[in-house]
């Protein structure tokens, strides 16, 4: 097997002008997440409009990156080659907003230490152009 097979790489997104600033926002080490002008609602996933009084005056922001563990699996499936298994995938209820919730990864958490409710901090993977917000205990 040669070394760029034996590396992992994760399936990373198409990067377009409505989620730039998720996925490219990390490389000022903070989380960035939608937030409605005129209300002030947080907004995740995108939308083109605040869900809640229906403006058009939304913008990023970047969050304090803390949250919650709102629950999560442990993964046994080895569905990519060589990513190495169990792993969790983790449900992330951000601290800014109860309904803002990530679907991510804890890989500096040991499995055993994760829990619902657990307080987690952001940090981020980077890929070129990408940096994928993971999560681990704060």
């Not at 907003?97 to 499995?111: C, D, F, G, K, S």
């Amino acid at each position: 097997m040669s070394d760029s097979a034996a590396t992992v790489k994760r399936l990373l997104p198409q990067i377009t002008e409505a989620n730039r600033h998720f996925w490219c926002g990390g490389a000022d080490g903070r989380l960035h997440i939608l937030r409605c002008g005129a209300c002030g609602t947080w907004i995740h996933p995108y939308a083109a409009r605040c869900p809640k009084c229906r403006s058009d005056s939304v913008a990023p922001e970047a969050i304090s990156g803390l949250g919650t563990v709102a629950g999560f699996t442990i993964n046994h499936q080895p569905w990519i080659r060589g990513l190495e298994t169990p792993y969790v995938v983790a449900l992330v209820e951000l601290a800014e907003q109860a309904n803002i919730r990530l679907m991510t990864n804890m890989p500096r958490t040991p499995i055993e230490a994760v829990r619902i409710g657990l307080p987690v901090k952001v940090f981020f993977e980077p890929d070129g152009e990408i940096f994928v917000p993971l999560f681990e205990a704060a």
